[in-house]
């Protein structure tokens, strides 16, 4: 099972910023947190990670709470571009080394 | 650089057939993966490779399912017999390290139907 939580859904205004959560409260210490999106039919596109620290991208920024159990990623400056299905990931170590799990994401609508 | 590649990208087959899938990971990337939604699911883990080792094929659905990655370099899927529950979208990643912070980078599908 994904061991996050998002929304399932959300809309943003075109050119505002879009703040999407996601709840990990079972994170470990040595977990990542991952974010993709999924546009159409396209594969999982790499947003960005972060294992405690905010990082910022050329795509977006990521804000962890300092206690690791929740998370926003932020688009600056949303554009209809951006209208897709975002996941937010926790990695998981187990015996084998990592698996990523899946779980359904929040489809963010961005409107004109 | 050349992202993950996949080929086909959509392959329509009959229950009964065979079909073999591959993917071209990122250069230099040890860790292929392999993954797949089928309609109205969540993408879902199937088995990743480093180099040409099964690191971990705990998602792999059934023995009609046969990955392989000889030489480390690309991977197929071979799907033998298809039945009619395997069609969806099979997705290819790759990474370049074991460790963690390392992204996995995917590629963009093959949208199997099997009728």
């Known amino acids: 099972d994904a061991k996050t939580t998002q929304p399932p859904s959300m809309d943003c205004a075109e050119g505002r910023a879009a703040n999407l959560p996601c709840n990990h409260s079972?994170?470990?210490?040595?977990?990542?947190v991952y974010w993709y999106r999924q546009i159409h039919s396209q594969g999982p596109q790499y947003i960005i990670h972060g294992l405690k620290n905010n990082e910022t991208n050329e795509m977006a920024s990521l804000i962890i709470t300092e206690d690791r159990k929740s998370s926003t990623l932020i688009l600056p400056h949303a554009t209809l571009r951006d209208t897709a299905v975002y996941y937010c990931i926790v990695r998981v170590f187990d015996n084998y080394g990592q698996n990523f799990v899946f779980g359904p994401g929040t489809r963010l609508s961005v409107l004109p | 650089e050349a992202g993950v590649t996949q080929f086909p990208s959509h392959s329509v087959i009959e229950k009964g057939q065979t079909v073999t899938l591959r993917c071209d990971p990122i250069s230099g990337h040890d860790n292929l993966y392999w993954y797949r939604r089928v309609m109205g699911k969540e993408i879902k883990f199937l088995l990743h490779f480093v180099k040409e080792s099964k690191q971990d094929e705990s998602g792999m659905p059934n023995n009609r399912f046969l990955a392989e990655r000889t030489g480390g370099t690309y991977s197929t899927l071979k799907v033998q017999p298809a039945e009619l529950e395997d069609s969806g979208v099979y997705f290819c990643?790759?990474?370049?390290?074991?460790?963690?912070?390392?992204?996995?980078?995917f590629g963009n599908g093959t949208r199997l139907t099997v009728t």
């Open positions: 990643a790759s990474s370049q390290g074991n460790q963690g912070g390392s992204p996995l980078h």
């Open positions: 079972t994170i470990s210490g040595n977990e990542y």
